[in-house]
């Protein structure tokens, strides 16, 4: 997998998250039996490409290999082993590792051999095995091994990051079968998904970490297999990546037209508005606008009127991440679905899209907005049963309503709305004394601290505190540094907080480190709200074991509900393009991927370099 497909703008995952000879019958020790061999697998269906594929679609045969692309990236680093809890990882460092398979950017729910030619699954999905290539090599040279696997997966499960044991949950263990062949053996068997997950794993040189502490932290840098190798490290301020001259995978189907930099670098910088600075005075090659008064109002600089500077908008087909205001739900005041529901009608987005946003936005209205997954008017059919089974534990509201957040008109005067909010919060123990939103029982006065890293998101916050003001309480806003925020993240020291989960179009085993119960108070763990729902914890498994895309597709629609009616937070909202200026020496294909935006199949054009230079 390249380092530019695991930007945050791609679509993919970190490190852990994401040809071809198609063998023969395979029977290995114990008698397990295995179907014929594959380059790829897909959850549900037939791959899209065969065997003898010669690239993907999205990928360009005729990309040039060479030149430099600079991008920006906030805050800081002091560490560049990215598996780990400990310190802040640099900038796509996970990059120089090879996965054992690479996901397709143009399918729901298929991958790839890369480090393995070939994959095997039982025929009682009880397990899967990788045969390795030959070829595959680490960047001092020595071949990667079965054990290199083994030793990773049981390293990652015993001093990696902790999202890794929700991850990989179901996997028993991992055993090296010979030099080059390596078994995953499931705990279950009726997910269809766990081959796809033991494939996506990035796989470390064990002999390069036997005297090394793994779980520290290091600015050593690192040995990989990938396309690229550490290059210059100035920690905390930039760091670049030289693409390897001699990959062993360069010419395989999986990465043709694909990594045709032959530098990547990121400066950090600590804050979004140097960053464009940067892009102006010609610093930064690429750069993606999160800020959309910037994209109205600050984007007339001479470079841009020369054309040396290109500013485009591409339509962006992904799934939506779900960007949101986040309670602390282990903190009692917020443990009443009427308390945040309440909340919810304090914030104005109509009001917040047009004076602050220019109109660039819409409603985030699901978690998994912008796909066949997102709930949507009563629940019907498949969706329907499922929800029918916890009716007792749901809210009547799942049955009789679709979801929907407050309309304002966007005028700033929500008098409405504040008065609705005082009904929910007057049901749930709360009443205005003396100008503070007071608990009748307690006497606690409710009032929020909310922390966020970027300056940008500042704005937000303040428009929602005017609003929350009016009822009694107090929104704090504290801006800190990365390391602070982490740190203070991973203890679930917040009252509330910007955040956001990204989706993939075959949702899995991730599911349960985002809102399982188990995950609720695992420090580094993604359900940064501290989700514990039964009902919640009983439909995952529907998704990770779904037999059909249907049943996956019915399942995930069945969790969409119930979160968003539980009010766990307070959705925000999402453009509908990549707003995107970047140095006008760029060339791509004409194909884009549907599942990410694919800057990795970018190419410096000689030709355009030339003439910018000029």
Do not use: C
């Not at 990547?264 to 804050?271: E, G, H």
């Not at 799934?319 to 009443?336: C, G, P």
């Amino acid at each position: 997998m390249s380092l530019l497909s695991r930007m945050p703008f791609s679509g993919a995952l970190r490190p852990l998250r994401w040809p071809v000879v198609v063998g023969i019958l395979t029977v290995l020790p114990f008698g397990a039996a295995f179907a014929e061999s594959s380059h790829g697998l897909s959850v549900f269906g037939d791959l899209k490409y065969p065997a003898d594929f010669p690239h993907f679609e999205y990928a360009s045969p005729d990309a040039v290999k060479g030149g430099s692309v600079t991008l920006s990236t906030l805050g800081t680093y002091d560490n560049l082993n990215p598996f780990i809890l400990k310190g802040v990882a640099a900038a796509n460092a996970g990059g120089i590792y090879d996965t054992l398979a690479v996901s397709s950017l143009d399918e729901p729910s298929a991958v790839y051999g890369l480090l393995a030619e070939s994959i095997d699954v039982a025929d009682d999905k009880s397990s899967v095995t990788f045969a390795l290539r030959d070829e595959a090599r680490f960047h001092d040279g020595e071949p990667v091994t079965a054990e290199d696997v083994v030793w990773t997966f049981n390293t990652l499960m015993s001093e990696g990051h902790p999202q890794y044991r929700y991850i990989y949950a179901a996997v028993e263990s991992v055993e090296a079968l010979d030099e080059h062949r390596v078994r995953f053996n499931f705990s279950e068997t009726d997910n269809a998904e766990l081959p796809l997950i033991a494939g996506q794993l990035a796989v470390l040189p064990k002999h390069f970490w036997e005297e090394r502490e793994f779980a520290t932290t290091t600015l050593e840098p690192l040995l990989g297999s990938g396309p690229y190798r550490f290059d210059r490290i100035d920690p905390g301020r930039s760091i670049s990546y030289k693409r390897v001259e001699d990959y062993w995978a360069a010419d395989l189907p999986v990465n043709v037209g694909r990594n045709n930099f032959d530098e990547l670098a990121y400066d950090y910088y600590r804050d979004l508005t140097v960053a464009l600075e940067a892009l102006k005075a010609g610093d930064v090659d690429f750069r993606r606008e999160f800020i959309s008064k910037n994209w109205k109002t600050a984007y007339d600089f001479p470079a841009l009127a020369e054309g040396r500077v290109i500013k485009e908008e591409i339509p962006d087909e992904s799934i939506q991440v779900m960007q949101a205001f986040v309670f602390n739900l282990r903190k009692e005041k917020y443990q009443d679905p009427l308390v945040r529901r309440a909340l919810a009608y304090t914030f104005d987005f109509q009001w917040a899209n047009e004076n602050l946003f220019y109109g660039a936005y819409q409603r985030t209205m699901s978690y998994f907005q912008n796909s066949e997954m997102q709930a949507s008017g009563l629940p019907e059919g498949r969706e329907l049963e499922i929800l029918e089974a916890f009716r007792d534990q749901l809210p009547e509201s799942v049955f009789t309503e679709g979801y929907s957040l407050p309309v304002t008109d966007g005028s700033g005067n929500i008098r409405r709305e504040l008065r609705q909010a005082i009904g929910m919060f007057k049901q749930a123990g709360w009443e205005v004394r003396d100008g503070a939103m007071t608990h009748t029982e307690t006497g606690e006065v409710f009032s929020m601290e909310g922390i966020i890293r970027q300056p940008s998101v500042e704005k937000i916050f303040l428009a929602w505190k005017k609003n929350l003001e009016r009822l009694g309480i107090e929104l704090s806003v504290r801006v800190i540094d990365s390391a602070q925020y982490e740190k203070r993240m991973e203890d679930f020291d917040f009252d509330v907080t910007t955040h956001l989960w990204a989706q993939s179009n075959s949702p899995g085993n991730e599911q349960m480190d985002y809102w399982h119960s188990s995950s609720a108070n695992d420090p580094g763990a993604r359900n940064v709200a501290g989700i514990q729902d039964p009902v919640i914890d009983a439909i995952i498994p529907l998704i990770i074991n779904a037999d059909s895309r249907e049943e996956q597709v019915a399942a995930t629609r069945a969790m969409d509900r119930v979160l968003l009616h539980r009010h766990y937070v307070l959705p925000q909202y999402f453009g509908p393009s990549y707003r995107v200026a970047y140095a006008n020496k760029f060339s791509r294909p004409d194909v884009r991927p549907i599942n990410a935006f694919g800057l990795d199949t970018w190419w410096v054009d000689p030709e355009k370099e030339a003439a910018l230079n000029n």
